[in-house]
């Protein structure tokens, strides 16, 4: 199993409780990875949301590719699996950009190709959002761009959203940056399966990881594509006890009024085809993080890890709080003897 972790872009992952004490600040962000770096943590995925969808939409948000470009010079081993929205970056000259981050990292830059949903951020910016289905048409001209740039001397393409006109990239990546992308639909499935490397969930019981990751190494095989890897994000709490695992569960997920934030999960379920139905509770951590169940002792951690890696999972995408004490807690009482690749 690796382990990776999501970068606290906004200042915490918990949207019931106001101050977690990680501030949305790169001082914060560096000393975390690269401590996480030292801890034996694989990769981190930098969200890339202008607004913060966690505390509300008027508390700081770090911007994720210049986070990343500043992490890549003080960092020399992890992963940095950086997510971009293609309404947000024009493909030709993202391809540059990004290539030039992959040069400064020694070639540790990976994408987390993100079909957006939030539509009143697009407008506040200016920008295009196109209904779900053109949302997954759009990413996958905008893939075929970039992977362009990234591979050919000179690239031309012309698309419903894109065009280029004998474009070059140089220098080119180090090499070229795993693309990880996740959803739902059959739309973005087919996508996923047909140009990413790597497909990531959302959190679920590993009864119902077991099956999706059966249907996509299908669509890969049907594709003839190199086997996928697959990743899940999980909110972890690791106690010396069941008991107080429990009571650190029962405070993140008391809900007494509905959190600043509220009404962009709403819209965030209204813009999605999710496959199961989300429940209020869940909303106090982001991206079905609780339904892994990654929550007890050291040994229960370990149990749950194991099952899901023997049914195909690769890659964990943990959320903890507070992050810095708790991912070194985790590192050290779960990573050391769980992990095996």
């Known amino acids: 199993m690796r382990y990776g972790y999501w970068t606290p872009v906004f200042g915490g992952w918990l949207r019931n409780v106001p101050d977690e004490g990680m501030e949305a600040t790169w001082d914060y962000t560096k000393k975390l990875t690269q401590d996480a770096e030292r801890w034996g943590y694989d990769l981190t995925l930098i969200a890339e949301l202008n607004l913060n969808d966690i505390k509300g939409i008027t508390e700081p948000a770090l911007d994720a590719w210049s986070t990343a470009a500043a992490l890549a010079a003080v960092t020399d081993s992890i992963e940095l699996m950086v997510a971009v929205r293609p309404n947000f970056h024009q493909p030709a000259l993202f391809a540059k950009a990004a290539a030039n981050i992959d040069r400064i990292s020694g070639g540790r830059?990976?994408?987390?190709?993100?079909?957006?949903?939030?539509?009143?951020?697009?407008?506040?910016?200016g920008l295009q959002f196109d209904q779900h289905d053109d949302r997954y048409a759009r990413t996958s001209e905008w893939l075929d761009v970039v992977d362009g740039l990234w591979t050919q001397e000179r690239f031309s393409f012309t698309g419903q959203f894109y065009r280029t006109e004998d474009a070059i990239c140089s220098p080119k990546p180090a090499k070229r940056p795993t693309v990880y992308a996740g959803g739902e639909s059959e739309k973005a499935k087919a996508m996923i399966a047909a140009q990413c490397d790597a497909y990531v969930m959302h959190g679920d019981p590993v009864d119902a990881i077991i099956p999706k990751i059966a249907d996509m190494a299908a669509r890969r095989e049907a594709a003839s594509g190199a086997p996928m890897q697959y990743g899940m994000a999980a909110y972890a709490i690791v106690r010396d006890s069941e008991a107080e695992a429990q009571r650190e569960l029962e405070r993140i997920t008391n809900v007494s009024d509905l959190p600043a934030g509220y009404a962009n999960f709403d819209q965030w379920l209204s813009g999605t085809q999710l496959e199961r139905e989300l429940k209020i509770q869940e909303y106090s951590v982001s991206n079905r993080g609780l339904r892994p169940n990654l929550v007890g002792t050291p040994e229960q951690l370990k149990e749950r890890i194991e099952e899901y890696e023997a049914a195909g999972l690769d890659l964990l995408l943990l959320q903890m709080s507070p992050q810095h004490e708790e991912m070194e807690r985790f590192a050290s009482q779960v990573m050391g003897v769980a992990a095996t690749g």
């Open 109 to 125: 830059l990976a994408l987390n190709v993100v079909s957006s949903w939030w539509a009143d951020e697009a407008k506040q910016y």
